[in-house]
């Protein structure tokens, strides 16, 4: 009975957060999750653990370099470290870190939500747009920068409320100018599909202006060489911030479900099916 107590102590998914945000971005999303019996975590990037206003007014002088390859490393060893392979569930550039450690045979299953693309795909009209728009704002590879409030409100957040808009605007922290142009050029992006043993669900929202669900629907054609489960879904209405939406609840309870097809369920759903007589 101690040994089952203590598992259930341990975390059951694994959340990670993408770039001009902290982990805080994921307090209402995560809630089904734990409503559902899951024990979570939500670890921040490196240099970003701390809070908003801090990182707003003194931001880690290493954070602007920070690639792409130090963020997966650093989440290799929090699920490594774990006492059973979590389900994995990223947005945007956490999407794309999350496929990196499945592709590395790290973690149960993984869901990304409109996830940064890997090294080798083309993107499409109008995520090459945004990308253009993004990478006007780089300062280097070694220093940080902030996204622009216009490329926010028409790119990133087109179909949240003024309101909503402003005041996440407002929490956005410095991202590392590293990522970006590593993504540009696919330094430190590349994964090999077929290595992938994990389920893998890829979504894309339907009015993403940043990565737009054809970028996603070309990812999940290249995973789907991986001889795993891997599946796409599109969430209608909703852009990039969909874990933001107030139908964010409805794509977490379709992660959930989709979870437990794949046989990754709550540890306290696990302990009361080994408690229960067949």
């Given amino acids: 009975m101690q040994h089952l107590n203590e598992s259930l102590k341990q975390p059951a998914v694994v959340f990670?957060?993408?770039?001009?945000?902290?982990?805080?971005?994921?307090?209402?999303?995560?809630?089904?999750?734990?409503?559902?019996?899951?024990?979570?975590l939500a670890?921040?990037?490196?240099?970003?653990?701390?809070?908003?206003?801090?990182?707003?007014?003194?931001p880690?002088?290493?954070?602007?370099?920070l690639s792409v390859g130090e963020i997966t490393e650093h989440y290799a060893q929090i699920v490594a470290g774990l006492d059973t392979p979590p389900l994995l569930v990223g947005h945007s550039f956490g999407g794309l870190v999350v496929q990196l450690l499945l592709a590395r045979g790290l973690g149960a299953a993984g869901a990304v939500l409109s996830p940064a693309p890997f090294a080798g795909l083309w993107p499409d009209p109008v995520s090459f747009g945004s990308a253009l728009l993004v990478g006007a704002g780089w300062r280097g590879w070694s220093q940080t920068y902030d996204v622009a409030r216009d490329v926010f409100d028409t790119r990133v957040a087109n179909t949240l409320p003024p309101d909503t808009r402003r005041e996440i605007y407002d929490r956005l922290v410095p991202s590392p100018g590293r990522i970006y142009g590593e993504a540009a050029v696919g330094l430190g992006t590349f994964l090999w599909p077929p290595a992938r043993q994990a389920p893998l669900l890829l979504i894309a929202a339907?009015?993403?202006?940043?990565?737009?669900?054809?970028?996603?629907?070309?990812?999940?054609?290249?995973?789907?060489?991986?001889?795993?489960?891997?599946?796409?879904?599109?969430?209608?209405?909703?852009?990039?911030?969909?874990?933001?939406?107030q139908?964010?609840?409805?794509?977490?309870?379709?992660?959930?479900?989709?979870?437990?097809?794949?046989?990754?369920?709550?540890?306290?759903?696990?302990?009361?099916?080994?408690?229960?007589?067949?």
């Fill in 43 to 58: 670890p921040a990037w490196p240099g970003l653990d701390k809070s908003e206003a801090e990182l707003r007014a003194a």
């Fill in 206 to 245: 339907s009015e993403d202006r940043l990565v737009a669900p054809a970028l996603v629907y070309s990812a999940w054609l290249w995973q789907k060489l991986a001889p795993a489960r891997t599946d796409y879904d599109l969430a209608e209405g909703l852009c990039h911030l969909l874990i933001y939406e």
């Fill in 60 to 65: 880690d002088p290493q954070l602007g370099a």
């Fill in 247 to 278: 139908k964010g609840k409805e794509v977490a309870a379709r992660v959930i479900a989709w979870a437990g097809e794949n046989g990754v369920i709550p540890p306290a759903a696990s302990f009361r099916n080994t408690a229960e007589p067949s």
């Fill in 16 to 40: 990670i957060h993408g770039a001009w945000v902290t982990p805080s971005c994921w307090d209402a999303f995560r809630r089904p999750f734990e409503d559902a019996g899951f024990q979570t």
